[in-house]
């Protein structure tokens, strides 16, 4: 049996078309919110600034006193300098005029000198040099040769010297116990060539005072220089001697 309802009535061939229309009034109608509110916050910001403007004009002091002052202040200024009279001359006036003296001598001119102080330059006076940094070292009789070998040759004849002299005996009768005894013994070659100023240090006091009679039959010698000059050299001697059971 064929059915009698027309197809123009179906309404589910116009359901796309509804879809489709309601879309396009749903964004239609969100346009419309979003213009309406941004037209809002355009007009708050308007209001805004057209109220701090006029607050800061509200603010602006008023200058008018201040410009009464200014002038005021500029009519005080102390009026110019009056200029003094000027005194006219004529030509025919005679000026007195400065003379200046030269100071400036000619060959011909004798010069007159006054009496010359003299001065008297104080010589320096060097202390004792030590031994170990004399320029020129003292020199013992017969040593010959240069720095080095004068330096070494004094040292030998003193050694030489002190053991052939030194009282090796005495040590063995003040009872000492035992052993390598050691004297130092310093003293100073003047800036003549004599010793002087002999100091001695022992185990015992016969000890000193036998060290300091050997060094002081040292012979004379050529003394020590230091900067061309004669000067007193400090030597320190040690003696070493052993002490038998």
């Known amino acids: 049996m064929q059915s009698k309802k027309s197809t123009k009535s179906n309404l589910e061939n116009y359901s796309r078309l509804f879809m489709l229309l ?3 009034l749903a964004l239609l109608l969100t346009y419309v919110a979003i213009e309406y509110k941004t037209m ?3 007009d708050d910001q308007v209001m805004a600034y057209t109220t701090n403007m006029q607050d800061d004009e509200d603010d602006i002091p008023e200058t008018e006193q201040e410009i009464e002052e200014i ?16 005194e006219v001359v004529e030509d025919d006036e005679e000026i007195e005029e400065t003379v200046i003296e030269s100071t400036e001598t ?3 001119e004798e010069v007159i000198i006054d009496e010359i102080e003299e001065i008297e330059i104080e010589e320096e006076v060097l202390e004792d040099v030590p031994f170990s940094i004399i320029e020129d070292v003292p020199v013992y009789p017969g040593c010959k040769g240069n720095k080095k070998q004068l330096k070494d ?3 030998k004849n003193v050694q030489k010297f002190v053991s052939r002299k030194f009282n090796v ?15 130092f013994v310093m003293f100073k070659i003047d800036k003549n060539g004599n010793i002087a100023g002999i100091q001695a240090r022992a185990p015992h006091k016969r000890l000193e005072a036998e060290a300091k ?9 050529k003394p020590g220089r230091q900067r061309g000059r004669p000067v007193g050299v400090k030597y320190s001697l040690p003696i070493s001697f052993i002490v038998q059971d």
């Open 169 to 183: 005996d005495l040590a063995q009768d003040l009872g000492l116990t035992p052993g390598k005894k050691r004297i």
């Open 153 to 155: 040759c004094l040292s």
């Open 22 to 24: 309601g879309l396009v």
């Open 106 to 108: 000619s060959e011909e």
């Open 213 to 221: 009679r050997v060094v002081g039959l040292l012979p004379k010698m």
């Open 71 to 86: 002038k005021q202040e500029e009519q005080k200024v102390a009026p110019p300098p009056v200029l003094e009279e000027i």
């Open 40 to 42: 809002e916050d355009t």
